[in-house]
């Protein structure tokens, strides 16, 4: 029996995912793990693997669908009926949809060329076993020759790479440009000095599915959590010194984040209440202590989990921060990633922000909005003086969390953050 592939659940809320790029065709053989296809969810884009080893069958969902969770998208075959099946071939007697256009063997840079000119790579008949840059500018050649009708091939304006995808993205004919380089190349220049078209002008910005779901579930957070906000100054002075020490001890690249990620995580320790969610009309807290930090990307906000931060010491969290902020960035998160987020951490201290106010991410309770910081003038033994502070802002659903016990949260974090030594007794 053949083995279903279906668009998996990676939230709590998704009901859809994208399909974005087979990686696999009909036919082939696929080994368990290995990556089949990627999809977009409105957290990541992310690499399904292969649930076994066979024999790629039925592809269902083409490049571009959306599919509801659970749906089967494709299906594998066993070893023993792959054995017979010649490479390239799908089994005898299985009904295969056709290839995606994502599925057929390009170069990289033929893709490329093919996204900047609207070109079907499906449509593309290759001079070789794949398609390469030739193959498209021929065949962009052959459509515009049939679109002229006087029998005289159109050529691509030679352009560098960085001049075409700039011309993409300011809206600028590049056909239309005359090049200053070698040959009449069009360079950046060139592109930078053209007006864009009055269509590009008024046409508004598209925003991926990222960005969309991202601005639905923010809303939905907005308009049903019903939030309220809790906010405390801390000095930061033993804060400072202990990540200047973690550096030297460990070598690694400790940020303040991954400090806190390690003092929000004994905090929940000591009040699991605001380690909760607020689901089906009941307060549900959370087994581990899975941390989540807030992370922009050119698509929008993806929040990756760091999972049992309680259970880390700072080199290991600070690993697991930059290996996955920078797979957010590159759209290579995997589905464990973005699960199972109980609090979630949003810091824009680098940016020069004082303090801000986040948007609880749902279903959890609470989320901590941490400003840069700064030497401010406090009452110290009192007498005025400047210290280095921090202001934290906790944004909580009332639902799932009340003042007082946001309060003893915020109080016991503050007191680690100003004595992290506090952790060793």
């Avoid at 906000?301 to 996955?324: C, F, G, K, Q, S």
């Amino acid at each position: 029996m053949p083995t279903n592939v279906i668009m998996p659940a990676l939230e709590l809320a998704q009901e859809t995912g994208k399909v974005l790029h087979w990686l696999k065709s009909p036919g082939d053989k696929v080994r368990k793990g290995e990556p089949l296809v990627e999809i977009e969810t409105d957290k990541a884009t992310t690499e399904i693997e292969a649930p076994v080893s066979g024999v790629l069958g039925e592809v269902t969902a083409r490049a571009g669908d959306v599919v509801p969770v659970g749906q089967t998208i494709a299906l594998i075959f066993a070893s023993e009926e792959a054995a017979s099946v010649a490479p390239g071939q799908p089994p005898a007697g299985v009904n295969v949809v056709p290839a995606p256009a994502a599925a057929v063997r390009a170069s990289p840079l033929a893709r490329k060329i093919a996204q900047e000119h609207g070109v079907d790579l499906a449509q593309v008949t290759p001079a070789g076993g794949k398609i390469e840059k030739a193959d498209v500018f021929a065949h962009v050649a052959r459509q515009r020759e049939a679109a002229a009708g006087d029998g005289t091939a159109a050529r691509l304006a030679a352009a560098s790479p960085k001049a075409r995808r700039l011309a993409t993205e300011r809206g600028v004919d590049i056909q239309a440009l005359r090049g200053s380089g070698p040959g009449g190349a069009i360079l950046v220049a060139d592109v930078f000095a053209a007006t864009p078209s009055a269509a590009a002008q008024a046409e508004a910005p598209g925003v991926g599915t990222v960005w969309r779901i991202m601005a639905e579930r923010m809303t939905a957070s907005w308009t049903t959590a019903p939030h309220f906000y809790l906010v405390r100054e801390v000095t930061v002075s033993r804060l400072v010194s202990w990540r200047d020490r973690a550096r030297k001890q460990t070598g690694a690249r400790i940020t303040y984040t991954d400090l806190l990620v390690k003092l929000v995580a004994a905090a929940l320790s000591q009040h699991p209440g605001v380690n909760a969610s607020w689901k089906d009309g009941a307060i549900v807290r959370n087994a581990d202590i899975n941390i989540g930090l807030a992370v922009a990307i050119d698509a929008g906000l993806v929040v990756p989990i760091i999972h049992r931060a309680d259970t880390l010491n700072l080199a290991d969290i600070a690993a697991r921060r930059e290996d996955m902020v920078s797979r957010g960035q590159a759209g290579k998160l995997r589905p464990a990633d973005i699960q199972g987020g109980g609090f979630t951490i949003s810091n824009l201290g680098m940016y020069g922000v004082d303090a801000f106010n986040a948007i609880v991410n749902p279903p959890q309770a609470a989320i901590l909005a941490v400003g840069r910081i700064a030497d401010r003038v406090i009452a110290l033994n009192g007498q005025p003086a400047v210290q280095p502070t921090m202001m934290l802002t906790l944004s909580c659903d009332h639902r799932a969390l009340d003042g007082a016990r946001g309060a003893q949260f915020l109080g016991a974090l503050a007191d680690l953050i100003e004595e992290p030594l506090a952790l060793l007794v």
